[in-house]
């Protein structure tokens, strides 16, 4: 990569990162392309020199929300003692940052309404939901195979935890007291008794 190619992509990162920083606080539709310009330190026409429309800032948002996703997911997991600590430990960074974190529920949910009417962004949040899939996939598979988790239906087990935790995630918008420390717990165990636990 040459030295402007890099610049080039560490500016757009940049300004997708701003937008990611904005969409999680005040919504898709409550943020324009010059609140983002903004929020980056750049003109408009350099936002619009990198992305062409709202749409693919959305997108590159969405890719900042993946990486940030895969960092933190391995960071909370690569220590774990035994394959069920991993587990546990990918369950706990799941409710307390994908669940209950105020941001992240905000962007999530702006990204989840888009994707009703938009193809593309729900291409992409799928494909984001499949890799988180198969991540817990491995890792309770993983722990079946050491022994320490026993369950007949790996892939229904985690397909129903994932339909639990995107439940969890819209209850806790009406439901203000489901971020407390008691209520995350409890939400981890039960998330935890559906892999058998």
């Not at 940049?14 to 898709?28: N, P, Q, V, W």
């Not at 035994?82 to 960074?93: I, T």
């Not at 369950?151 to 007291?177: C, H, N, W, Y």
Request: aromatic content about 8%.
């Amino acid at each position: 990569m040459t030295e402007t190619t890099t610049a080039t992509a560490a500016r757009s990162d940049e300004l997708a990162l701003a937008a990611f920083r904005l969409f999680s606080t005040r919504g898709i539709v409550g943020v324009n392309m010059d609140a983002i310009a903004a929020e980056a330190g750049v003109t408009k026409g350099s936002l619009y020199w990198h992305y062409s429309s709202k749409k693919e800032v959305v997108l590159a948002a969405c890719a900042v929300y993946y990486r940030r996703w895969r960092d933190n997911m391995a960071s909370a997991t690569e220590g774990a003692p035994s394959r069920l600590a991993a587990v546990e430990a990918a369950v706990a960074y799941s409710v307390r940052d994908c669940l209950l974190d105020d941001e992240n529920r905000v962007f999530t949910t702006e990204i989840v309404a888009q994707a009703l009417y938009d193809t593309d962004v729900r291409a992409s949040w799928a494909g984001f939901l499949d890799e988180a899939e198969r991540y817990f996939l491995g890792l309770v598979h993983r722990a079946v195979g050491a022994g320490e988790i026993d369950l007949d239906d790996v892939d229904g087990a985690v397909e129903l935890m994932f339909s639990a935790m995107e439940g969890i995630k819209q209850t806790a918008l009406f439901r203000p007291l489901s971020g407390t420390s008691e209520s995350e717990t409890r939400i981890r165990r039960q998330l935890m008794s559906l892999l058998g636990r």
